[in-house]
Nanobody
Framework: DVQLQAFGGGSVQVGGSLRLSCAASGFRFDDYSIGWFRQAPDKEREGVSCINLNNRRSDVSSYYRESVKGRFAMSTDVADNTVYLHMSTLRPEDTAVYYC????????????WGQGTLVTVSS
């Protein structure tokens, strides 16, 4: 079974940094697309970023929503089946429960979700 476990959330002040981790198991890591989503209180879930490991070229494509570009970055540790979301220059509006999800390729729905990890940014 595909399993994802997200962790690393916490409370930080404005301008601080956090690194979220998404540990994956049960599937061939480099055949998948891994995404990060977040849901703030009273708001709908939104996509934050994704990295497409299902890529037959040597480079790996990634995507970031506009509001996090330049502040968030994804990285991977293929040997440990872990995807990281490095978050810096955090803002109060980044406060949310963050989820990681996996899908077996680009353009198909995410079909596996990890539990959320809470990020709180306070001023």
């Amino acid at each position: 079974d595909v399993q994802l476990q997200a962790f690393g959330g916490g409370s930080v002040q404005v301008g601080g940094s956090l690194r979220l981790s998404c540990a994956a198991s049960g599937f061939r890591f480099d055949d998948y697309s891994i995404g990060w989503f977040r849901q703030a209180p009273d708001k709908e879930r939104e996509g934050v970023s994704c990295i497409n490991l299902n890529n037959r070229r040597s480079d790996v494509s990634s995507y970031y929503r506009e509001s996090v570009k330049g502040r968030f970055a994804m990285s991977t540790d293929v040997a440990d089946n872990t995807v990281y979301l490095h978050m810096s220059t955090l803002r109060p509006e980044d406060t949310a429960v963050y989820y990681c999800a996996a899908r077996p390729g680009v353009g198909v729905p995410y079909d596996s979700w990890g539990q959320g990890t809470l990020v709180t940014v306070s001023s």
